[in-house]
Antibody, heavy 118, light 106 residues
Framework: EVQLVESGGGLVQPGGSLRLSCAAS????????MNWVRQAPGKGLEWVSY????????YYADSVKGRFTISRDNAKNSLYLQMNSLRDEDTAVYHC???????????WGQGTLVTVSS | IQLTQSPSSLSASVGDRVTITCRAS??????LAWYQQKPGKAPKLLIY???TLQSGVPSRFSGSGSGTDFTLTISSLQPEDFATYYC?????????FGQGTKVEIK
């Protein structure tokens, strides 16, 4: 069974940093590209970042470019999101999601809540 | 690429036929997916490549369209279908989602 489990969320002050993790199991993690998608409270889905299976290709949403860094460790079956210079508007539930080419995101984690507030 | 869904919300009864539209700001061929999300849950992939049903998704769901105009249809609404639906374009980065359509019980 495919499972994606996020962790690392919490309360952080504006300007602070947080590192999210996504533990993958039930599939060959190293064969799939991955994404982070977030959802602010009561709002819609916002794609955040993409990383290819070998980490050779990375993309970011303009809203996080220069502040967030996506990475992965295929030996540990884990995906990461390093978030720096956090802003109030980064408050959201962050989901990791498995990418299936240009077909969509077929598996999602339940998400981890990041709250940026003083 | 911006995606505009309509309507933003709708009220329908069990057994109704429901249609949700997604319009892209530029052509995206058939690189469109549809998701269903229930409160407090992760989104679920329903349809990819505009019209291909994801494995395990009931056949009452269908998708159509190409280029800039796309449609998600639920042929006979069931109680478990009350949720929010999102379209997503996979033609280019940044990936974008529509703003969502909330399907509520009438």
């Amino acid at each position: 069974e495919v499972q994606l489990v996020e962790s690392g969320g919490g309360l952080v002050q504006p300007g602070g940093s947080l590192r999210l993790s996504c533990a993958a199991s039930g599939f060959t993690f190293s064969s799939y590209s991955m994404n982070w998608v977030r959802q602010a409270p009561g709002k819609g889905l916002e794609w955040v970042s993409y990383i290819s299976s070998s980490s050779s290709t990375i993309y970011y949403a303009d809203s996080v470019k220069g502040r967030f860094t996506i990475s992965r460790d295929n030996a540990k079956n884990s995906l990461y999101l390093q978030m720096n210079s956090l802003r109030d508007e980064d408050t959201a539930v962050y989901h990791c999601a498995r990418n299936v080419g240009s077909y969509g995101f077929d598996y999602w984690g339940q998400g981890t809540l990041v709250t940026v507030s003083s | 690429i911006q995606l505009t869904q309509s309507p933003s919300s709708l009220s329908a009864s069990v057994g109704d036929r429901v249609t949700i539209t997604c319009r892209a700001s530029q052509g995206i061929s058939s690189y469109l997916a549809w998701y269903q999300q229930k409160p407090g849950k992760a989104p679920k992939l329903l349809i990819y490549a505009a019209s291909t049903l994801q494995s395990g998704v009931p056949s009452r769901f269908s998708g159509s369209g190409s280029g800039t105009d796309f449609t998600l249809t639920i042929s006979s609404l069931q109680p478990e279908d009350f949720a929010t639906y999102y379209c997503q374009q996979l033609n280019s980065y940044p990936r974008t989602f529509g703003q969502g359509t909330k399907v509520e019980i009438k």
